[in-house]
């Protein structure tokens, strides 16, 4: 079985700022990847990075970067210089090679506030 | 465009009165899914395919039905709906081949509210 777990129900940073969101996950499969999804309040969902546990190197998406840390099991995503468009609910998830390519297992999620 | 559509976007309906949520891709993919996302718990799959025909359940199936009839629509039934399952829906779907990359592209939502 897959966990993901995000500590952190609500976050606040101001406008410009960085900010990381935390994601811990716990997996028996040998390969899995995980992701980050935002969802700002139009209810969407907004993929936005990418991680496989065999990748070398933290992925980045613009402004977006994942800290990998494999051995900790955790994957946080780092927004750097923070829009107020940034203000939405994130995921973090993952899908594991065992546990069937179809399916996304979530956590809780984070709800980012940024102010001017 | 690639787009997962969903139908309705919104809906109101009474405690036992049978429902269809609509889902559709245009993108030829295998996997499609259903999950419901509720306040402090994230989303959870409902039910999932693998392709024609092939269905199984997901964490939270009580309450549910699907069919995939088709490669591009997998519609999520609600034969007797109840005040918990009031909640917003999502379906998605994703290329096969064992790759934990397949993105999955997500509809835009369904808002039920069971009274």
């Known amino acids: 079985a897959q966990k993901i777990t995000q500590t952190q129900p609500g976050m606040f940073v101001q406008e410009k700022e960085a900010v990381t969101l935390d994601c811990t996950y716990d997996?028996?499969?040998?390969?899995?990847?995980l992701f980050w999804y935002k969802q700002p309040s139009s209810g969407e969902m907004i993929f936005l990075i990418y991680?496989?546990?065999?990748?070398?190197q933290n992925a980045t998406e613009g402004r977006y970067s994942l800290n990998f840390q494999k051995a900790r099991k955790s994957a946080n995503l780092v927004i750097s210089a923070s829009q107020l468009g940034d203000s939405a609910m994130y995921f973090c998830a993952m899908r594991g090679v065992n546990s069937g390519y179809s399916t996304l297992t979530f956590g809780k999620g984070t709800m980012l506030l940024v102010s001017p | 465009e690639a787009q997962v559509t969903q139908n309705p976007r919104y809906l109101i309906t009474v405690t036992g009165k049978k429902l269809t949520v609509t889902c559709s891709q245009n993108m030829n993919h295998e996997y499609m899914s259903w999950y419901r996302q509720d306040p402090g718990l994230g989303l959870r799959q409902i039910y999932y395919?693998?392709?024609?025909?092939?269905?199984d359940k997901g964490d939270v199936p009580e309450g549910y039905k699907v069919s995939r009839k088709e490669k591009r629509n997998f519609p999520l039934i609600l034969e007797s709906p109840s005040p918990n399952q009031t909640s917003l829906y999502f379906c998605?779907?994703?290329?096969?081949?064992?790759?934990?990359?397949?993105?999955?592209?997500f509809g835009p939502g369904t808002r039920l509210t069971v009274l």
């Open positions: 991680q496989g546990s065999y990748d070398q």
């Open positions: 997996t028996s499969d040998p390969s899995y990847g």
């Open positions: 998605a779907s994703t290329t096969s081949g064992r790759s934990t990359y397949n993105e999955q592209f």
């Open positions: 395919s693998m392709n024609v025909e092939v269905t």
